[in-house]
Nanobody, 125 residues
């Protein structure tokens, strides 16, 4: 059984930084995409960033380009999201997701078949 466990969320002030981690277990690290999504209250879940394990390409939502960096440690089977210059609009529950045995577009949430439980990020001014 695939398991994804996020950590690293918290409360920060505007301009601060956080690093989210997602530890994967239960399968060989051979998914097509590993990604981060977020969902704010009353809003749809949206893609933030993704890492293509086949080729190593990275993808970012326009709203986080230049501020967030996605990376992975294959040996530790861990995905990271470094978030800098945080803004109040970054406040959301952040979810780690894996697309195992699937392809398609990185931002389409239904291409991801495994999800973590989420970690809350709150940015205050």
């Amino acid at each position: 059984q695939v398991q994804l466990v996020e950590s690293g969320g918290g409360s920060v002030q505007v301009g601060g930084s956080l690093r989210l981690s997602c530890a994967a277990s239960g399968y060989t690290y051979s998914s097509y995409y590993m990604g981060w999504f977020r969902q704010a209250p009353g809003k749809e879940r949206e893609a933030v960033a993704a890492f293509a394990t086949d080729g190593g390409n990275t993808y970012y939502a326009d709203s986080v380009k230049g501020r967030f960096t996605i990376s992975q440690d294959n040996a530790k089977k861990t995905l990271y999201l470094q978030m800098n210059a945080l803004k109040p609009e970054d406040t959301a529950m952040y979810y780690c997701a894996a697309s195992v045995g699937r392809g398609g577009t990185w931002w389409y949430r239904y291409n991801y078949n495994y999800w973590g439980q989420g970690t809350q990020v709150t940015v205050s001014s």
